[in-house]
Structure formats: structure tokens, C-alpha cells
């Protein structure tokens, strides 16, 4: 047994496998760890988990466990894993009903039939989505306190963060409170405000891209659920339920909400390097502009040009220039979009060429940020693959003037770049009207 030579990286989650059979052993560990997400330590019987988890060295996301082991044939290893408290998943080669409902009331996530290469699939996808839950707020709205906490119970399995409310109107104080909350799970008939109310009002502010809604209610309320889902509920959940339908239905849901946002993101921001790309510049400055405007503010449009980009490209290849162009992304989402109390907007608008939205008291304020900037990005190391470091300078462009639109404002940016290039570059250049 050699659980030292594994390298974990640091965002890596690490999984448990015991598993008899070390060629399906090797299959889950090379399908779960091409995810990039997770690393695997396997173990082949029961004698060696026990070593491992008294080892204490490692935490584990979550567990695939095959119930018969030849140390283990009875499925001794799923009490042992659960009172390690790793969520698992077992692998079994044949289920019948009672041992189907003993699995969830165990307390673990699923079963994997071991069928055959889809399965493999069913299991690494199982594996993003707890993943992925775990950064998921979920709410739960019901009045009967035994309720609310079985439903925890079966979220907190599925890594989900968990938060309870006790009727419609408690509830609609917690998702302002917690905006992150992108799932509510509520029962109907509530005192104070029910679950269609709730419904109505959390639609008013939250649509359905954003915020799936589940109700729960008693089966054979046929009408009910059509009023809901007409309201926006995203599904409908008839109590009592199947575990498993009912985490079907919620994953089916999550999964949905992701789609839409990873859609959201590759429509509006630049693939490289993960700024707003030119269409939403202009979608998100016209809005901002609006709002800052009637606020007296300033509104400055800035163009940035990394100097002698070409040369970066020529001399040390297209994917050096690659990573200073993601590096200085990164560099200015931290400075202007991850703590931005004025709204500024950057985008890249292709090649090396990024374009800012500025919004200040006065240009001096502005001036000082982009030479900040500038002097920053001047003593910034880029580090190529091959850990060579590189340094490179950047030209700015500012136009300040109230009365134009952004378009013009560019074309202006764009005069006053030109002239920091023809300078002698490194510097930045104002325009105003
Ligand atoms: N690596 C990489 N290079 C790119 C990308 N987009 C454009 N470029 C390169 O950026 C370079 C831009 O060069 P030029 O427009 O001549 O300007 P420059 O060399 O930066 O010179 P000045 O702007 O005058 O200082 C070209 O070599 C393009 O091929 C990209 O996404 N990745």
C-alpha cells in the first residue's frame, strides 16, 4: 500500500476508492482524476482502509466503496466509512428494494450498479456534482421543524449548504440577507405567507436563470402544481417521495441553472482571459454610464496597449504571449472588477488592447489609477511554462469629456493611446474636451 506518492494539488478534492478489483480500481482513478478536480487514494481491502483512516493524513470529499470486499463481504466497510463522515457512494453488482431503502437511510449520496464503462461515467459526473453543490445555498421553507431538518438532512448529504426558513415572509428576509441562496426548496400551506405567495414574490426579483424554485407538497394536488409552475416554480416535488427522485429532480435543476450561467459566461466575456468581451463593454457601460451620470460623477474612457506585443509573440512564441495576456487579466479583474465600488467597467476588445470605463470624482482621480496601473503591469513578472519571467510595459490612452457616448469616447481614447505610443510608449496620455 502506497498512499505517499500521490501529489495533491492544492484546489484538488480527494477521493477514497476501495475497490477488490485494481483494474476497475485504475479505470475510476484515471476517469475521476482527468477531471482535473479531484485526486484518488485506493485501497484494495478492508484491513488496508482501516490503516489508511487511522492515518488521519488525508480529508476526503466523498468515498466509492464496493460492499464486498474478501475481508468485508457483508458491506462492513459502509458503517465504517459513514462514521468517518466521507458522504460515499457503494458499488454494488445486484440491489433488491430493502437494501435499496437501507441506502438512504444510512445517509449515503447513491449506488452505482458495476455494469460497465457508463457507469464509470455516471460516477464521475456524480462526483462534479457534489462539487459543484458545495458551493450551492439552498434554502428550505417549512413550518414543521421535523420537516425542515429531514430535508436538511438529505441536502447536506448531497454537500449542499443548507439554511431554513419557517414560512413564506421568513423566508423572503433570508434571500435578501443571503443572495447567494440559488435554490428554494418550500412546502404550500404555511402560516403568514404560503408557498405560492412566496413563489409570486421571490419571481418578482429572482427569474428563473437565476433561482430554482421546488415545492413540495402532499401527493395528488394536481391543481396546486399547475398553479405553481405557472407562477415560475422551476418542479414539483409529491411528498412522501423517493429519495432518489427527489435528488434527481434537484440535481436535474441545479444542472440547469449551471448551463444557463456557463452560457451567460462564455456570451459575455472574453475567452482568454475571463473579461467582459466588447459586447457586454458596451451593454454594462451604457448602464453604468446612466446611473453615474445623474449622480454628477465623472465617466473617463481609457484604452490600454501592451507595448511591443508583437515582439513578446516573436521571441518567445504565441503561448508566451497567451500567458501575459491572461496574467494582465487577471491583474486587472483584481484591480477594477473583484473590489470595485465605483462600477468601473474592463474589457478586452481583442489582441493586447483593453478598454476601461472610468468613474470618478475628477480625471485626477482617474490619471492616478491608470498610472498606478501602469507602473504596476511595468513591474509585474509574467512566468512562461518554462518558470522564465518576463516583463513588459503598457501605453494608455484617457478620454474625459461628459457629453459624448461611449463610442465617440473611444474613438478619442484611441487618438490619446496613439500619442503615448508615438512618445515613446510606457506612459499614459490624457485627452480632455
Ligand atoms: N499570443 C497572442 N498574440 C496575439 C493575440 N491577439 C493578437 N496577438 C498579437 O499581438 C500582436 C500585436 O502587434 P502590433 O499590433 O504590431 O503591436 P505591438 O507589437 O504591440 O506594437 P505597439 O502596439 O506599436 O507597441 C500581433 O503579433 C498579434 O499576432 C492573442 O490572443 N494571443
Given at each position: 500500500?502506497?498512499?505517499?506518492?500521490?501529489?495533491?494539488?492544492?484546489?484538488?478534492?480527494?477521493?477514497?476508492?476501495?475497490?477488490?478489483?485494481?483494474?476497475f480500481?485504475?479505470?475510476?482513478?484515471?476517469?475521476?482524476?482527468?477531471?482535473?478536480d479531484?485526486?484518488?487514494?485506493?485501497?484494495?481491502?478492508?484491513?488496508?482502509?482501516?490503516?489508511?483512516?487511522?492515518e488521519?493524513?488525508?480529508?476526503?470529499?466523498?468515498?466509492?466503496?464496493?460492499?464486498?470486499?474478501?475481508?468485508?463481504?457483508?458491506?462492513?466497510?459502509?458503517?465504517?466509512?459513514?462514521?468517518?463522515?466521507?458522504?460515499?457512494?457503494?458499488f454494488t453488482?445486484?440491489?433488491?428494494?430493502?437494501f435499496?431503502?437501507?441506502?438512504?437511510?444510512?445517509?449515503?449520496v447513491?449506488?452505482?450498479?458495476?455494469?460497465?464503462?457508463?457507469?464509470?461515467?455516471?460516477?464521475v459526473?456524480?462526483?462534479?456534482?457534489?462539487?459543484?453543490?458545495?458551493?450551492?445555498?439552498?434554502?428550505?421553507?417549512?413550518?414543521s421543524?421535523?420537516?425542515?431538518?429531514?430535508?436538511?438532512h438529505?441536502l447536506?448529504?448531497?454537500?449542499?449548504?443548507?439554511?431554513?426558513?419557517?414560512?413564506?415572509?421568513d423566508?423572503?428576509?433570508?434571500?435578501?440577507?443571503?443572495?447567494?441562496?440559488?435554490?428554494?426548496?418550500?412546502d404550500?400551506?404555511?402560516?403568514?405567507?404560503?408557498?405560492?405567495?412566496l413563489?409570486?414574490?421571490?419571481?418578482?426579483e429572482?427569474?428563473?436563470?437565476?433561482?430554482?424554485?421546488?415545492?413540495?407538497?402532499?401527493?395528488?394536488?394536481?391543481?396546486?402544481s399547475?398553479?405553481?409552475?405557472?407562477?415560475?416554480?422551476?418542479?414539483f416535488?409529491?411528498?412522501?417521495?423517493?429519495e432518489?427522485?427527489?435528488?434527481?429532480?434537484?440535481?436535474?435543476?441545479?444542472?440547469?441553472?449551471?448551463?444557463?450561467?456557463?452560457?451567460?459566461?462564455?456570451?459575455?466575456?472574453?475567452?482568454?482571459?475571463?473579461?467582459?468581451?466588447?459586447?457586454?463593454?458596451?451593454?454594462?457601460?451604457?448602464?453604468?454610464?446612466?446611473?453615474?451620470?445623474?449622480k454628477?460623477?465623472?465617466?473617463?474612457?481609457?484604452?490600454l496597449?501592451?507595448?511591443?506585443?508583437?515582439?513578446?509573440?516573436?521571441?518567445?512564441?504565441?503561448?508566451?504571449?497567451?500567458?501575459?495576456?491572461?496574467?494582465?487579466?487577471?491583474l486587472?479583474?483584481?484591480?477594477?472588477?473583484?473590489?470595485?465600488?465605483?462600477?468601473?467597467?474592463?474589457?478586452?476588445?481583442?489582441?493586447?488592447?483593453?478598454?476601461?470605463?472610468?468613474?470618478a470624482?475628477?480625471?485626477?482621480?482617474?490619471?492616478?489609477?491608470?498610472?498606478?496601473?501602469?507602473?504596476?503591469?511595468?513591474?509585474?513578472?509574467?512566468?512562461?511554462?518554462?518558470?522564465?519571467?518576463?516583463?513588459?510595459?503598457?501605453?494608455?490612452?484617457?478620454?474625459?469629456?461628459?457629453s459624448?457616448?461611449i463610442?465617440?469616447?473611444?474613438?478619442?481614447?484611441?487618438?490619446?493611446?496613439?500619442?503615448?505610443?508615438?512618445?515613446g510608449?510606457?506612459?499614459?496620455?490624457?485627452?480632455?474636451?
Amino acid at each position: 500500500m502506497d498512499f505517499g506518492s500521490v501529489m495533491y494539488s492544492k484546489s484538488s478534492k480527494q477521493i477514497l476508492v476501495v475497490e477488490d478489483s485494481v483494474m476497475f480500481s485504475r479505470i475510476l482513478k484515471r476517469s475521476i482524476e482527468s477531471t482535473g478536480d479531484f485526486t484518488v487514494v485506493a485501497v484494495e481491502n478492508f484491513a488496508d482502509l482501516k490503516v489508511l483512516l487511522a492515518e488521519k493524513k488525508q480529508q476526503f470529499f466523498a468515498g466509492l466503496l464496493d460492499v464486498n470486499l474478501p475481508d468485508a463481504p457483508n458491506g462492513e466497510v459502509i458503517d465504517f466509512v459513514l462514521a468517518h463522515n466521507i458522504p460515499s457512494v457503494i458499488f454494488t453488482s445486484k440491489l433488491d428494494d430493502s437494501f435499496r431503502k437501507k441506502i438512504y437511510t444510512k445517509g449515503l449520496v447513491d449506488y452505482v450498479l458495476k455494469e460497465g464503462p457508463a457507469n464509470v461515467e455516471y460516477v464521475v459526473s456524480l462526483l462534479s456534482q457534489l462539487k459543484r453543490n458545495s458551493d450551492i445555498d439552498v434554502l428550505v421553507v417549512d413550518d414543521s421543524a421535523s420537516i425542515r431538518s429531514y430535508i436538511k438532512h438529505l441536502l447536506v448529504i448531497y454537500q449542499f449548504n443548507v439554511l431554513e426558513a419557517v414560512d413564506g415572509i421568513d423566508a423572503l428576509r433570508m434571500v435578501k440577507e443571503n443572495p447567494s441562496i440559488s435554490l428554494v426548496l418550500t412546502d404550500f400551506n404555511m402560516p403568514n405567507m404560503d408557498g405560492l405567495a412566496l413563489t409570486k414574490a421571490l419571481r418578482r426579483e429572482h427569474s428563473s436563470q437565476q433561482m430554482a424554485i421546488i415545492g413540495m407538497s402532499a401527493f395528488g394536488n394536481n391543481q396546486l402544481s399547475a398553479h405553481f409552475l405557472k407562477l415560475g416554480g422551476s418542479d414539483f416535488i409529491n411528498k412522501p417521495f423517493l429519495e432518489e427522485e427527489f435528488f434527481c429532480r434537484i440535481n436535474q435543476n441545479m444542472d440547469l441553472l449551471e448551463h444557463i450561467n456557463k452560457l451567460k459566461f462564455l456570451a459575455t466575456r472574453d475567452f482568454l482571459t475571463g473579461l467582459f468581451n466588447r459586447r457586454h463593454f458596451f451593454e454594462v457601460g451604457n448602464k453604468v454610464l446612466t446611473r453615474y451620470e445623474k449622480k454628477g460623477l465623472q465617466i473617463g474612457i481609457a484604452l490600454l496597449d501592451i507595448d511591443h506585443f508583437k515582439k513578446v509573440n516573436d521571441n518567445y512564441g504565441h503561448d508566451a504571449g497567451d500567458i501575459v495576456l491572461r496574467q494582465l487579466g487577471a491583474l486587472l479583474i483584481e484591480n477594477f472588477e473583484a473590489d470595485n465600488a465605483n462600477h468601473d467597467v474592463v474589457a478586452r476588445f481583442g489582441g493586447e488592447e483593453f478598454c476601461f470605463l472610468l468613474v470618478a470624482e475628477n480625471t485626477e482621480q482617474m490619471q492616478q489609477k491608470l498610472s498606478t496601473l501602469r507602473a504596476h503591469i511595468e513591474k509585474e513578472r509574467f512566468v512562461l511554462n518554462d518558470g522564465f519571467n518576463l516583463q513588459v510595459t503598457a501605453s494608455i490612452g484617457l478620454f474625459t469629456d461628459p457629453s459624448l457616448d461611449i463610442e465617440s469616447a473611444i474613438t478619442m481614447a484611441d487618438k490619446a493611446l496613439y500619442q503615448a505610443k508615438e512618445n515613446g510608449r510606457n506612459q499614459l496620455v490624457l485627452l480632455d474636451s
